[in-house]
């Protein structure tokens, strides 16, 4: 099997095929919100370990949890990475 391929998606002895996960996760920058993320990968583990090395606020990355994550649709001709993200929904108090 082509290495490269094998870096990609592995679970077990197979390659997973990617996919679009909805990533849910809260984090306080001064106040707690909430923020969904679109991110290609092939597991739900490795959609999550994508964002947070490559999260878009290192400041607040320390305070960042994931609430949900969830299968949207397949996306196999898609490299991994993060395609979407939402505005922040802050909490009420």
Do not use: C
């Not at 996919?19 to 849910?24: A, C, G």
């Not at 909430?34 to 878009?56: C, G, S, T």
Request: proline fraction near 6%; hydrophobic fraction near 40%.
């Amino acid at each position: 099997m082509n290495t490269a391929m094998q870096s990609r998606g592995e679970i077990g002895d197979e390659v997973g095929a990617m996919k679009k996960w909805n990533v849910l996760v809260s984090a306080n920058d001064g106040r707690a919100f909430y923020q969904n993320f679109h991110v290609i990968e092939a597991a739900p583990e490795a959609a999550f370990k994508w964002l947070m090395d490559n999260f878009p606020y290192p400041r607040i990355k320390p305070t960042v949890q994931l609430q949900q994550i969830e299968e949207m649709e397949p996306a196999e001709l898609f490299l991994p990475g993060i395609v979407y993200k939402s505005g922040k929904a802050y909490f009420n108090k």
